[in-house]
Structure formats: structure tokens, C-alpha cells
């Protein structure tokens, strides 16, 4: 099936990811890649691959940018939609190979590894994402600070993982992080309570850093991945210290 599938990709200043994304495609024969104006070698990088489309959009939403890439001239049956610090498994790939879905089938959801300077977690509080789908048969949607893809049809989940494989600088992670909490925290004032996940429904009830380090180290059992771990729940807390601080500065 891999010559059905059209892998496409989002970027904006990913020089430290997007070539570990893209050596993981090279069974692809059009990779899209829409770029949100880098000024960093991005696009030198992505253009040193003879298999990529590299375009450009400026960016106004997540969900608005997804759904003008994956209407670029799509000729495939599927799109395979990633973010360009996600990196397919061999494991994944032998699998899209085989698959034969029956035609009510519109998507597949992919579970993730996350990896904390190259090395993985035995697990992360990353939730599966529905990556493959059928061209014209998804359409994003805002979610917060990050978009989720509306599937016409039946959606399966994938055996094998994708890593996500982040390592652009600290810096780069605590600006995203701020900005993102910001979007959460209105997404959370304009939801009803009634209506939230039950880790949404935690954060309202401003319990998000107190729960975070036990959840992560202890019932993820991050505690026996050692520095990397710790590394990753310090980053979960910021996170949630982050949105805290983005509700209540809303609040006034």
C-alpha cells in the first residue's frame, strides 16, 4: 500500500528534526511539505531530498494549515499526515506496506514512543493521534493550541509506533510552551466543565502540577528511565505551570 500513501508535513524552523523525518520516508515517491516561512535551513534541507514538494503558507491556525496541505494537489488514496518531529518505525513501515483496509475504513490512529534526546521512554502522557487517512475524507478542527482531524468512516488503529523525536532547543520548547498554554487556557474557559477530559477537568481544578510528577514517574513509570525521565516530567510540570499561569492572567 506504501505507493498509495502521500506522507505530508508541516514545518516552520525544524532544521534540528526534519531530516530524521524524512530518511524514515524514502519509500515515498511525493513527500508534501508546507513550511510556514523558516528562516532557518529548513528548506535547504528539505530540498536536498529529490522526493519532496517543499512549498510555502503563511501560518494563521494549525487546523487551517493542515487543511491547505492536504489539499496540495494530493494524487494518492491516502495521506499520511505528520508533524516534522515524527519518525516512522521500520516496524510501522512494513506494516503500511501490508495493510488492505476494507473501503468503510477511514483512517488509521497511530500510537507514539517518545524520545528524550534520542533515547526512548518506556512511556509519555503523548495520546495515540489519527495520522493516515483517505483523501477527502478528513478535514482538521481547532483543538486548543493544536488541531485534530474529523474522519469520514471507520478508524483503526496501527500496531506499530511512530517516535516522536523532538530535539529543537530549550528555548524554542519554553516559548512554544507559553504560547500554547495560552491557547489551552481559553480552550478551557469556553468549554463546559461538564464536557471536559478528565485531565482538562484536573487542570480547571488547578490540580495539573500537583498530579503531573506522580502520574508521570510513577503510574507511566518514567522513575526507571533515569535522567531522561526526570527530564521529560520536568517538562510536563513546566508545561502545567505554564497553563496555570495562563489561566489566572486571563482571569483578570
Known sequence: MLNQITPVILTYNEAPNIGRTLDALSWAKRIVVLDSLSDDSTQRICQGYANVDFQTRPFDTHAQQWNAAINLQIETKWILALDAD??????????????????????????????????????????????????????????????????????????????????????????????????EARKLRKTSFRTLSVNDKARRLYLGPLLVVPYTLLVRGLIFDGRKGFKYTWQRLIAEAYLLKAWFGQSR
Open 86 to 183: 515524527y519518525c516512522l518505525s521500520h516496524e510501522l513501515i512494513n506494516e503500511l506496506r501490508t495493510l488492505n483496509p476494507d473501503n468503510d475504513v477511514g483512517g488509521f490512529e497511530a500510537s507514539f514512543v517518545y524520545k528524550i534526546d534520542g533515547k526512548p521512554l518506556r512511556g509519555s502522557l503523548y495520546p495515540p493521534v489519527v495520522t493516515l487517512f483517505k483523501h477527502g475524507q478528513g478535514q482538521y478542527e481547532q483543538d486548543g493550541h493544536t488541531q485534530r482531524v474529523k474522519i469520514k468512516g471507520q478508524v483503526l488503529k496501527l500496531t506499530h509506533c511512530i517516535y516522536h523525536d523532538d530535539r529543537k532547543s530549550s528555548t524554542r520548547w519554553h516559548s512554544s510552551q507559553k504560547k500554547y498554554a495560552e491557547q
